[in-house]
Each structure stands twice: as structure tokens, then as C-alpha cells.
């Protein structure tokens, strides 16, 4: 059986905001090359989780590791293996879409000497090659995530950890999102990956788990999922809402709507 080295390690983590715990005692091992889907209604604790791992939250008690390094107590080296691709990005419109790619390999302290080579590999890649020099303020919304995530792995990820990829892309933009993010993963990169999309959850991910009131209440494949839910339903979607309890009101919308 081949050894798989485990790259993400969350250990009994617990966020609280005063009298509300947002994430509860959760853990999770990911190794690497794995895609890794999270799920979870609105308000289950998914972005309080991704913000915990990429060291933007500091938890209240538990342990986030990335290959060996504890997010809290050693920050840079962790987020030097981190490519984090959020759902609501900052950007700067001011500048081209090359000079931000720069200010970001500078921040990532990348090899003056492979800058520009990278730059341009990745402007070819998310197909933004012909709008490198434009400022980003003339930059539809589906141009601005795809050279946010050309910012994200400017630096040759181990990790990439993304929320919400395919907000505001085209059919085209999302299908070749989705390539180049199995492309990297078959290299072994680990994606760990936060959708309300669950037709791209299913398409994508090898391992799923999925949160609600900030537990992980099943992990699993599909399959696994599947015989977790204790259901013959073939898509993720229905297997999503038995486990979450959503089904009933799914049940109760479709005999509203006939």
C-alpha cells in the first residue's frame, strides 16, 4: 500500500466568538495530492475553518499543521506552503495585472530570476495573457478570480486552499478553473476546497467531509457518504441534504411547486 505523507493535520480545533462556538472539536488529516472537498450550510463554521488554517483566525484552543509547521507558532513557514484563493478577494485595481503578480512573488519572496517567467506561465495559463499590462480596474469579475488565483500559486503551492472558485466565472472560465486545478493535484499538490457547488464537489473531490454547527458530522467519498446517509440516492446533492437534514424541506418545496 503506498505511504501517503499527510500535509494538512487539524487536531480537536475549537473556535468560539464570546458565547458562540463557531467550530467544535474538529479534526481532519489530508494528505498530499488529495482534492478535499468542505461542505456545510450557511454558517456551519467553513470559513472560520479556512481562515483558521491559513492563520487569519487564531483559534481558541486545538492545533492547525501544514507539512509539520503549527499555523500560530511558526506563521511564515506555513504560509509560505499555502496558495489561499478566498471568496471575497482584495485587490489592487490600481495596478496591471503583471505589476500585481510581481507585488505578489515579491511578498512570497520568489526567485527574482523566475519571476517573470512565472508571470507569464500563469497569465498563459488562466488565459489572461492579452490583459497582463491593462490596469485591474478594467477587469471583468470572472478576470479578477482568475488572476487572484494566478496570485495564489505564484509561489508553487504545496497547499492550496480555496473558497468558493467558480463565483463569478463563465461556463468557460469554470471548466478550465476546474483543469488546472485537477492538473496541479494529479502533481501532487492538495487542494482543500469550500463550495456550496455540490455538482463540482462530486465532480472533483476524492474525500469529502462535511460540517454543520461547526461538527464534521460524515467524511467520507461519495460512496462512504452515501452508506453514511443510509440512502440509495445516487447524487451528492440528496446525500448532502439526508445527512444535513435538508431533505424534508427539499421534499416540501418540490410538492409547493406542483
Known sequence: MNHQTIVIEIINLTKRYGNITAVSNINLTIPD??????????????????KTIVGLLKPTSGVVNVEGFDVQKEPLHAKQIIGFIPDKPFIYEKLTGREFLQFMAGLYQVNSSEIETRIAQLLDMFELSEWGNELVESYSHGMRQKLVMSAALIH??????????????D?????????????????????????????????MCDYI???????????GTVDELRQQAQTSQAKLEDIFLELTGGYEMKEMIEFLKN
Open 209 to 219: 467531509a462535511i460540517i454543520q454547527k461547526g461538527e464534521i458530522i460524515a467524511k
Open 171 to 203: 461556463p468557460k472560465g469554470a471548466r478550465l478553473v476546474k483543469k488546472i486545478f485537477q492538473g496541479i493535484c494529479a502533481k501532487g499538490t492538495t487542494i482543500f476546497m469550500s463550495t456550496h457547488t455540490l455538482e463540482i464537489a462530486e465532480e
Open 33 to 50: 495530492g488529495q482534492f478535499f472537498g468542505f461542505l456545510g450550510p450557511n454558517g456551519a463554521g467553513k470559513t472560520t475553518t479556512i
Open 156 to 169: 508553487q503551492p504545496k497547499v492550496i486552499v480555496v473558497d468558493e472558485p467558480m463565483v463569478g466565472l
